[in-house]
């Protein structure tokens, strides 16, 4: 009798992944999200690690492929919440118009804000890193 090796995934995959997997003799257990709320969940997951991918990309070719894989996920958040393509650029356009855009290359390395101020709880939740003096 053979024995298996099991592996926990988690995760979503495109639709041909565990036909291919078993045509390599893996044995898949599989789950379809019926939830909307799960799957648009999942998607979101699934967009980070794409991103992650993307990030560790070493060569044109598979930062080609990453990113391709995080318009996928992008498109199907898209869709499955109704957003068009043109609300999206509005929104990007908005941005750039009140914030400008990244063609600066400006990298905030820290930044300062009086002791009184009520900026200081924003960026505390907004997840800034508070650095203490010695």
Same mark, same amino acid.
């Given at each position: *009798? $053979? $024995? ?16 291919? *997997?078993? !045509?390599?003799?893996? $044995?898949?257990? !599989? ?5 909307? =709320? ?17 990030? %560790?990309? $070493?060569?044109?070719?598979? !930062? ?6 995080? *318009? ?12 068009? *393509?043109?609300?999206?650029? +509005? %929104? %990007? ?12 290359? !400006?990298?905030? =390395? ?5 002791? +009184?101020? +009520? ?16």
């Amino acid at each position: *009798m $053979k $024995k298996y090796v099991k592996f926990l995934a988690r995760k979503l995959v495109r639709d041909e992944i565990p036909r291919l *997997m078993e !045509l390599q003799g893996v $044995k898949c257990q !599989l789950e379809t999200l019926t939830q909307r =709320h799960q799957f648009l969940y999942q998607l979101k997951r699934k967009l980070v690690e794409e991103s992650h991918e993307v990030f %560790s990309s $070493k060569d044109i070719n598979s !930062l080609i492929e990453e990113i391709s894989d995080v *318009m996928d996920i992008v498109y199907l958040i898209m869709r499955e919440n109704r957003i068009s *393509m043109e609300a999206i650029i +509005e %929104s %990007s356009n908005s941005k750039k118009k009140s914030r400008g855009g990244f063609d600066k290359r !400006l990298f905030l =390395h820290n930044f300062e804000v009086d002791s +009184e101020s +009520e900026l200081i709880e924003k960026y505390r939740k907004s997840g800034y890193q508070e650095i203490v003096p010695n």
